[in-house]
């Protein structure tokens, strides 16, 4: 089964823009654009940022904005502000299993 | 509004069994695609299974550490489903949080989880 791989850590000061990266190693992650993006901030629940990629849905700032190419996607959050602070996980759905997660990444507003 | 509320988490000696229950509101849900996720404390997201609409077949896929030891199940009179986890270990302590998944795979709405503690 795919993994997914993710940078420990990412941090920027605010306004900056940074860049989350998610790798995946099957043919899959890398053929279709069924990637998603969650931000969990302490002691709440996942909130489901961006799908297929680079969609958004309702309701979540344009800040947050998602690509991909080839085997890795990439979540990009521009003006960084404190309440940005979170971890962020990349998923991929597989079509013979559930959904895969990358081990997360904690962003960092200095 | 959409809405999703565990419930049957707690403390399990290990071998021990338990049921989780999401019960569901605010969609159809007998035509949702529902997927159970946890999160063992201080660790990431991990899933643990995926169940089919009855249309679809429905099918349950489960992930490598749950399979044959887990169950879900789903009764779209009550919209609700259900997670049996049987032969309990000590590493299936987490909060476990089901979600509605829709599109591609991705998941749209989230419950406020349920914790199970699994403990000697």
């Known amino acids: 089964q795919s993994a997914l791989t993710q940078p420990a850590s990412v941090s920027g000061s605010p306004g900056q823009s940074i860049t989350i990266s998610c790798t995946g190693t099957?043919?899959?992650?890398?053929?279709?654009?069924?990637v998603s993006w969650y931000q969990q901030r302490p002691g709440e629940v996942p909130k489901l940022m961006i799908f297929?990629?680079?969609s958004r849905p309702s309701g979540v700032s344009d800040r947050f904005s998602g690509s991909k190419s080839g085997n890795t996607a990439s979540l990009t959050i521009s003006g960084l502000q404190a309440d940005d602070e979170a971890d962020y996980y990349c998923?991929?759905?597989?079509?013979?299993?559930?959904?895969?997660f990358g081990g997360g990444t904690r962003v960092t507003v200095l | 509004e959409v809405q999703l509320v565990e419930s049957g988490g707690g403390l399990v000696k290990p071998g021990g069994s338990l049921t989780l229950s999401c019960r569901t509101s605010g969609f159809n849900f007998g035509d949702a695609w529902m997927t159970w996720v946890r999160q063992a404390p201080g660790r990431g997201l991990e899933s643990v299974g995926r169940?089919?609409?009855?249309?679809?077949?429905?099918?349950?896929d489960y992930a490598a550490p749950v399979h044959g030891r887990f169950s879900m199940s789903r009764d779209d009179s009550r919209s609700t489903l259900y997670l049996r986890m049987n032969s309990l270990r000590p590493e299936d302590t987490a909060m476990y949080y089901c979600a509605l998944m829709v599109g591609y795979g991705h998941l749209d709405n989230w419950g406020q989880g349920s914790l199970v503690t699994v403990s000697s």
């Open positions: 998923g991929s759905y597989t079509l013979i299993s559930t959904v895969i």
């Open positions: 169940i089919k609409s009855r249309a679809d077949g429905e099918f349950a």
């Open positions: 297929d990629v680079s």
């Open positions: 099957s043919e899959e992650f890398s053929k279709y654009n069924y």
